[in-house]
Structures are given as C-alpha cells and as structure tokens.
Nanobody
Framework: EVQLVESGGGMVQTGGSLRLSCAASGFTISRYAMNWYRQGPGKERELVAA????????NYADSVMGRFTISRDNVKNTVYLQMNSLKPEDTAVYYC?????????WGQGTQVTVSS
C-alpha cells in the first residue's frame, strides 16, 4: 500500500523554524519527483518546493526562496522541508506529493501556524 505520512507541523512564532517530514512507504522516493504543497486559509493549493528524481535539482516558490529547503534521505525513504524565518503568511496545511508520469500520491497534510 502506498502511503505518505507527514509530520513536524505545529505552531511557531514569527522568525522561528520547523522541519516537516514525509515518510513514504509502498514505493521508492528516489524514482519520483517529490514536492511540498501548501494551502492557506481561503487560498488555493500552491507548490512550495520541488525535488526532481533525476539529478536532484530543486525549485522553490518565490515566496519561500532562501528560507525553505527541500531534501530527501533515500535510506529512510523520507523527504524533508526545512522552514526557517517563518512568517504569518506561511500559515497553511502542508502536503507532501510524489509524482512519476501519470502516478501521483498525496499525504494527509500537516498544519503549520505562524503567530505574529
């Protein structure tokens, strides 16, 4: 059974840091593009960070560039999102996503709340 399980969310003050984890089972993350999305209150879901399967190149939304870092541990089959210098506008449910061709998997999401 394919599963993506996020953890590490919570409440933090402005300027704080959090590290989200996404533990995958049922498939090998190194063969998939791994992404983090978020959906804030009243907003559409947006792509925050992407990690390509080939070469390991990364891409970030302009709003998080220089503050967030996506990485993976192939041994643990886990993807991470390190979030620094958090702002209230980063408040959202964060979702892990895996994509390979027509196949795409989603986690259940983890809430991140940044207080001012």
């Amino acid at each position: 059974e394919v599963q993506l399980v996020e953890s590490g969310g919570g409440m933090v003050q402005t300027g704080g840091s959090l590290r989200l984890s996404c533990a995958a089972s049922g498939f090998t993350i190194s063969r998939y593009a791994m992404n983090w999305y978020r959906q804030g209150p009243g907003k559409e879901r947006e792509l925050v960070a992407a990690l390509n399967s080939i070469g390991g190149s990364t891409n970030y939304a302009d709003s998080v560039m220089g503050r967030f870092t996506i990485s993976r541990d192939n041994v643990k089959n886990t993807v991470y999102l390190q979030m620094n210098s958090l702002k209230p506008e980063d408040t959202a449910v964060y979702y892990c996503n895996a994509r390979r061709g027509p196949m795409t998997y989603w986690g259940q999401g983890t809430q991140v709340t940044v207080s001012s």
